[in-house]
T-cell receptor
């Protein structure tokens, strides 16, 4: 079974631009979560989607948004990029939407904002 | 709000020595607890999880962790370190009262294994 895939793997943008990252979960998984990883703040939860609905949201500004499609694929969008948005963005999928489920992580998209 | 503390951002052991990575959590109810490992330029891989069954949890690659409610701890151990264990390890908590998946991670511990 294929794992979680994220595209693109690397991205370079300039301040003020916007970016869209994509995540394809493991087949059959309905929950997709997004995390931001930076050296200073560590791993922080962005949001979770389940059956096309945002169910949980972390403490990030409104510039960060996401959506989930009917095939469970998910995208996250960051508008008006800031230097501090440079990070590794990780997507994780799980079969159901309960907290005990294992989340399977993709390799991440490394975003660099210049 | 939940929080996770990993004592020691860097731990160095010799090959064959005991590995002990510390994790303490704060939660008003016993949560679900996880240990993940991250190798360079990769995502996170689950080592083991505690979901209120046995307090001693065995995971992959010879790792295990013990849930101690009285100490609010979930330390990760491995009897004998291998060079391939060098990586960053993250402890995480999920509050099962909430619907859905939302992990709160500790700051991570980078494990170095000396030959």
């Amino acid at each position: 079974k294929a794992g979680v895939t994220q595209t693109p793997r690397y991205l370079i943008k300039t301040r003020g631009q916007q970016v869209t990252l994509s995540c394809s979960p493991i087949s059959g998984h309905r929950s997709v979560s997004w995390y931001q990883q930076t050296p200073g703040q560590g791993l922080q939860f962005l949001f979770e989607y389940f059956s096309e609905t945002q169910r949980n949201k972390g403490n990030f500004p409104g510039r960060f948004s996401g959506r989930q499609f009917s095939n469970s694929r998910s995208e996250m969008n960051v508008s008006t990029l800031e230097l501090g948005d440079s990070a590794l963005y990780l997507c994780a999928s799980s079969l159901q939407g309960t907290g005990s489920n294992e989340q399977f992580f993709g390799p991440g998209t490394r975003l660099t904002v210049l | 709000a939940q929080s996770v503390t990993q004592l020691g951002s860097h731990v160095s052991v010799s090959e064959g020595a005991l590995v002990l990575l510390r994790c303490n959590y704060s939660s008003s109810v016993p949560p679900y607890l996880f240990w993940y490992v991250q190798y360079p330029n990769q995502g996170l891989q689950l080592l083991l999880k505690y979901t209120s069954a046995a307090t001693l949890v065995k995971g992959i690659n010879g790792f295990e962790a013990e849930f101690k409610k009285s100490e609010t701890s979930f330390h990760l151990t491995k009897p004998s370190a291998h060079m391939s264990d060098a990586a960053e390890y993250f402890c995480a908590v999920s509050d099962h009262r909430d619907a859905g998946n939302m992990l709160t991670f500790g700051g991570g511990t980078r494990l170095m294994v000396k030959p």
